[in-house]
């Protein structure tokens, strides 16, 4: 499998340790993702989830939740964008 490739955020920032298996097993996600463009937009779609519950739990309104996970789902999307090139 020499032409496997990770695309998640980490090994196209250089991190080498970090697989798509790893991020896909680490965030629950489709093992089918692994050595495809798709896993990103996968990890922040259960990231902005995960946020999302993490803010109410603090006790942020729903509005103020989802405002603040759709603020960070978009770094994300940056960051993959630029890792990208």
Do not use: W
Not at 41 to 67: R, V
């Amino acid at each position: 499998m020499a032409d496997y490739k990770n695309y998640n955020l980490f090994a196209l920032q250089g991190d080498t340790e970090t697989s798509d298996a790893d991020v896909c097993e680490s965030l629950g996600l489709d093992p089918a993702l692994a050595g495809t463009p798709k896993i990103n937009d996968a990890a922040i779609k259960k990231m902005h989830q995960s946020n999302f519950d993490e803010y109410t739990k603090q006790g942020l309104s729903s509005q103020e939740a989802i405002s603040k996970a759709d603020a960070n789902a978009e770094l994300a999307r940056a960051r993959v964008r630029k890792a990208i090139g």
